[in-house]
């Protein structure tokens, strides 16, 4: 199937853990993106990548860390995990970094931190 | 700074039509789409707008205004698979920006 996929679907850990997210896109887009969603269902950018370059890193600290091995993968770490780093983290790519290109979001990842 | 703003939460009935509403205001911009999110779901691409006007795309159209900084989503036909999250988004730069959500539910 062609799509966004994201592993795990679920992540339970404690705090000060250290856990990474996998995508992979099979779409032969150019761009990914990590999206973080909130208890208020509030989408917020965290990173993007076009080509296995960061074009976009919002506000993040720097625990976060983004990996591109290759455009079809973007990897999330995290590291030294807080109560407040619980929510879904939404995987994305898409064909071009403008336009009408759409975001193809994966299933999601929900971390919950304990 | 960026803002985008739907309502919270609208209530409507099967075989009805709901307009849900979408104001922005932008340093940037490059499109608005529309994204529909079941829960526990990823977000789906709904509609696209980026001139002025109305796309129809079956029981969901999409209007644009940019000079009001307003966009609504219109669904016809109302189903009880449309009770959903609909995510107003804008593109500023290389980067789509999310309005929270308006939560509709679909009443029998």
């Known amino acids: 199937d062609t799509a966004v996929s994201q592993t795990p679907k679920y992540l339970v850990t404690q705090m000060g853990n250290d856990k990474s997210i996998k995508c992979e896109q099979n779409?032969?887009?150019?761009?990914m993106y990590w999206y973080k969603q909130d208890s208020k269902k509030f989408l917020k950018i965290m990173f993007s990548?076009?080509?296995?370059?960061?074009?976009i890193n919002e506000t993040v600290p720097n625990r976060f860390s983004p990996k591109s091995p290759d455009k079809a993968h973007l990897n999330l770490h995290i590291n030294s995990l807080e109560l407040g780093d619980s929510a879904v983290y939404f995987c994305?790519?898409?064909?071009?970094?403008?336009?009408?290109?759409?975001?193809?979001f994966g299933n999601g990842t929900r971390l919950t931190v304990t | 700074g960026q803002n985008i703003d739907q309502p919270t939460e609208m209530t409507a009935t099967e075989g009805a039509i709901v307009q849900i509403n979408c104001t922005y205001q932008?340093?940037?911009?490059?499109?608005l789409f529309w994204y529909q999110q079941h829960a526990g779901e990823a977000p789906t691409f709904l509609s696209y707008?980026?001139?002025?006007g109305l796309e129809e795309k079956g029981r969901f159209s999409s209007f644009l205004s940019r000079s009001k900084g307003y966009s609504y989503l219109l669904l016809k036909e109302l189903q009880m698979k449309d009770s959903a999250s609909y995510l107003c988004?804008?593109?500023?730069?290389?980067?789509?920006?999310f309005g929270q959500g308006t939560e509709l539910s679909v009443k029998p």
């Open positions: 994305a790519s898409s064909l071009a970094t403008g336009g009408n290109s759409p975001l193809h």
């Open positions: 779409l032969g887009h150019d761009t």
């Open positions: 990548y076009n080509n296995k370059e960061l074009i």
């Open positions: 932008t340093s940037g911009f490059n499109g």
């Open positions: 707008n980026v001139l002025d």
């Open positions: 988004a804008v593109r500023e730069g290389g980067k789509l920006i």
